[in-house]
């Protein structure tokens, strides 16, 4: 096991019933709030109307931001960084799943620097200080509701990156399994997907003598598998929601990954496929792409903006073999 520092200071109130205790969260940080969400199903889940009713009866400021996307775009943290400057705002209130969240990390770090937020993505080295962040959570998926990690997409220059900082994690996060019951049968599925795909990045590497970790993981991991069907089938199953959300949360907040190393093989391959599904696509054809020209780019890009060219859990991963590995998308897969 190698030295790590484990320091993750979230304060996370799970469970129901909790939003009573979101104007004492608020309170201790600021009354000036940017509250950030994306489309209308926390509207028509009611619980937007709730969060309102308690930052008005407490006299908070509210400004808004919504229509934050699936794999947020950068435009969208322009836009939060412009609204606090012009209203002065304190904290930032995030209600949603991991592209919400991920969104406000950005857009808190943005605040402090003086150039164009797309530069603290793609360096994050250039973080130095954030906004407090609270959020809602509304989907077990990313796990950043309690860690320092956040992906912002570029249309532009065609870039989904990763980056982070110590200073993006969310002071008090809500986890409420509840919230989760409306999520859609797609949506569930994506989401178990990406707990078990950061669990296997953390699990599968060389480092000897994390037996620790390694049983977290397994737990985590047979959690998902047990729990994400009976999510699929019975939406309003409490137990179910419960379980996936808290091992969503666990699986990437640095339980399983301190401690280790290796590079991350997959998550880079999958940046490149950064345009939103309405599926879960098995094919590369089912995602537009059918041209050697533009797997060769997204391999180059791959291996240039991830851990890829270090080395991974079993092999050395350069270009031609993330080639190899994109390419083989283009075969048809029968599904059992």
Known sequence: MQNFRFYVP????FGTDRLSELPEALSSIGKRVLLVYGGGSIKKSGLYDKVQQQLVKSGFEVVELSGIEPNPKI????????????????????????????????IAAGVFYEGDPWDLVVDSSKIKQALPIVDILTLAATGTEMNRNAVISNPDTKEKLGTGGAELLPHVSFLDPTTTFSVSKWQTAAGAADILSHLFEQYFNRTKAVQVQDNIAEALMKVVVDFAPVAFENPDDYGARANLLWASTLALNGLVGNG???????????????????????TLQKVGIE???????????????????????????????VKSIITSCFEEMALN
């Open 260 to 282: 280790r190393s290796g590079g991350w093989t997959c998550h880079p391959i999958e940046h490149e496929f950064f345009e939103d599904q309405l599926e879960i696509p098995m």
């Open 291 to 321: 041209t050697t020209e533009l797997v060769d780019e997204m391999s180059q890009q791959a291996v240039a903006h991830g851990e890829l060219n270090t080395d991974g859990p079993f092999v050395r991963l350069d270009e031609e073999a």
């Open 10 to 13: 979230t304060d996370i109130r």
């Open 75 to 106: 435009q969208s943290v322009r836009s939060g960084v412009k609204l606090i400057r012009e209203h002065q705002l304190e904290v930032i209130l995030a209600i949603g799943g991991g592209s919400v969240i991920d969104t406000a990390k950005v």
